[in-house]
């Protein structure tokens, strides 16, 4: 076959002016395309660099691809911005792996994604939303929960998170939203803060997916309130440790599973994500978000890094994601046939 991949690179991505320092966070490096390509070639493909924004535009309408291996993010600070890509191979119906647009836009939109896996009976923190200066003038903190985490509403990469977004009090909480509400130019997300570990799901497959691991992300060095944030991020190997699988309480694993099939199922996620955790001191484990464009760089990438703990090799990931959109296709095809 010939696949597709569609993603945007950090150096071809535009500064944009006057934005955060970590505008660009969640954009991804040459590395991570090449060895996405590797793996795929590896299974007797060939692999064809698409891009994404104009590149892939011009390229998905000049190239003739079987299917799109997808890891774009999309362009600019839109809610929706993971749709791009896939909307515009659904236009030209190319098939691709991955989630679809809905379910792309609608997690990267955190509130709307922990309004449905509430439906859907899965714990997660308490939350209200700021949408700017004067809903946040007029926002009552008195029944509040704190402390409080504040975090920009549809960001990814912990874009926006740092030790200091735990808030103790009312005026912490007004200060972090009017900052994050000026510098990320979006709706802010409030929600209780959950103290205790911090854990990550890998799924992959469909109906159901398979859980590649559940993963522990502990701080090195001992803190009080750990936080998994942008500087923890980008410096994770000289301060975290990942625990794979993740040493805790059978029961608290098995909840950790059915929320992270119950969410997976809600959300209408296809193919693989990963799910982020915090489990409270009384062994609940609260959905904190979904990322159905996990990052995938081989070395630092968190399901790349759980993969490799759990014994799979890189390849075998991909080719797993891989496997798990060509049976969806095929099951489709035939089930299109079969109502025909
Ligand atoms: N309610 C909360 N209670 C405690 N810690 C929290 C809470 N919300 C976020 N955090 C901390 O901030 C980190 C980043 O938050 P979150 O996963 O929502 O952001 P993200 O930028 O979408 O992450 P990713 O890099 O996985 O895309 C979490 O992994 C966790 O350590
Ligand atoms: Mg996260």
């Given at each position: 076959?010939?696949?597709g991949?569609t993603?945007d690179?950090?150096?071809?991505?535009?500064?944009p002016?006057?934005?955060?320092?970590?505008?660009?966070e969640e954009?991804d490096?040459m590395?991570?395309v090449?060895?996405i390509?590797k793996?795929?070639?590896?299974?007797?493909?060939?692999?064809?660099?698409?891009?994404g924004?104009?590149?892939?535009?011009?390229?998905i309408l000049?190239?003739?691809?079987?299917l799109v291996f997808?890891?774009?993010?999309g362009?600019?600070?839109?809610?929706?911005?993971?749709a791009?890509v896939?909307?515009?191979l659904?236009m030209l119906?190319v098939p691709?792996?991955?989630?679809d647009?809905?379910?792309l836009?609608?997690?990267?939109e955190?509130p709307?994604?922990?309004?449905?896996?509430?439906?859907?009976?899965?714990?997660?923190p308490k939350?209200m939303v700021?949408?700017?200066a004067?809903?946040?003038?007029?926002?009552?903190?008195?029944v509040?929960p704190l402390?409080?985490f504040a975090?920009?509403?549809?960001e990814?990469s912990?874009?926006?998170?740092?030790?200091?977004?735990?808030?103790k009090?009312t005026?912490?909480?007004?200060?972090?939203?009017?900052?994050?509400?000026?510098?990320?130019?979006?709706p802010?997300?409030?929600e209780?803060?959950?103290?205790?570990?911090?854990?990550t799901?890998?799924?992959v497959g469909?109906s159901?997916?398979?859980?590649?691991?559940?993963?522990?992300?502990?701080?090195?060095?001992k803190?009080?309130h750990f936080?998994?944030?942008l500087?923890v991020k980008r410096?994770?190997?000289?301060?975290?440790?990942y625990?794979?699988?993740?040493?805790?309480?059978t029961?608290?694993?098995?909840?950790?599973?059915?929320?992270?099939l119950?969410?997976?199922?809600?959300l209408?996620?296809r193919?693989?994500?990963r799910?982020?955790?915090?489990?409270?001191?009384?062994g609940?484990?609260y959905?904190?978000?979904?990322?159905p464009?996990p990052?995938?760089n081989?070395?630092?990438?968190?399901?790349?890094?759980m993969?490799?703990k759990?014994g799979w090799?890189?390849?075998d990931?991909?080719?797993?994601?891989l496997d798990a959109?060509?049976q969806?296709?095929?099951?489709?095809?035939q089930?299109?046939?079969?109502?025909?």
């Amino acid at each position: 076959m010939r696949i597709g991949l569609t993603y945007d690179l950090k150096e071809r991505v535009p500064e944009p002016q006057g934005r955060p320092e970590d505008a660009l966070e969640e954009y991804d490096s040459m590395e991570t395309v090449e060895a996405i390509a590797k793996a795929i070639e590896g299974r007797g493909h060939a692999a064809v660099r698409l891009g994404g924004g104009r590149d892939f535009l011009n390229r998905i309408l000049a190239e003739k691809v079987d299917l799109v291996f997808n890891i774009a993010e999309g362009l600019g600070n839109f809610r929706s911005r993971e749709a791009q890509v896939p909307s515009v191979l659904e236009m030209l119906g190319v098939p691709y792996s991955g989630s679809d647009p809905l379910c792309l836009a609608l997690t990267l939109e955190k509130p709307l994604a922990k309004r449905l896996v509430s439906f859907a009976g899965v714990a997660t923190p308490k939350w209200m939303v700021i949408r700017d200066a004067a809903q946040l003038a007029e926002a009552d903190w008195g029944v509040f929960p704190l402390p409080a985490f504040a975090k920009p509403a549809h960001e990814g990469s912990s874009k926006g998170i740092r030790v200091t977004s735990r808030l103790k009090s009312t005026p912490q909480i007004v200060e972090a939203v009017k900052g994050l509400l000026e510098h990320y130019r979006q709706p802010v997300m409030v929600e209780e803060f959950i103290d205790g570990d911090e854990v990550t799901v890998g799924l992959v497959g469909n109906s159901p997916p398979r859980v590649v691991g559940i993963m522990r992300v502990l701080p090195r060095r001992k803190t009080d309130h750990f936080v998994y944030s942008l500087e923890v991020k980008r410096d994770w190997e000289s301060l975290l440790t990942y625990e794979c699988p993740a040493q805790l309480a059978t029961g608290v694993l098995q909840d950790i599973v059915d929320y992270s099939l119950r969410a997976f199922e809600a959300l209408g996620c296809r193919d693989f994500a990963r799910m982020d955790f915090r489990i409270s001191p009384d062994g609940i484990p609260y959905f904190l978000e979904v990322n159905p464009l996990p990052g995938l760089n081989p070395k630092s990438g968190d399901l790349p890094i759980m993969a490799r703990k759990v014994g799979w090799t890189y390849e075998d990931l991909i080719s797993a994601v891989l496997d798990a959109a060509l049976q969806r296709l095929g099951a489709k095809a035939q089930d299109s046939h079969r109502i025909q």
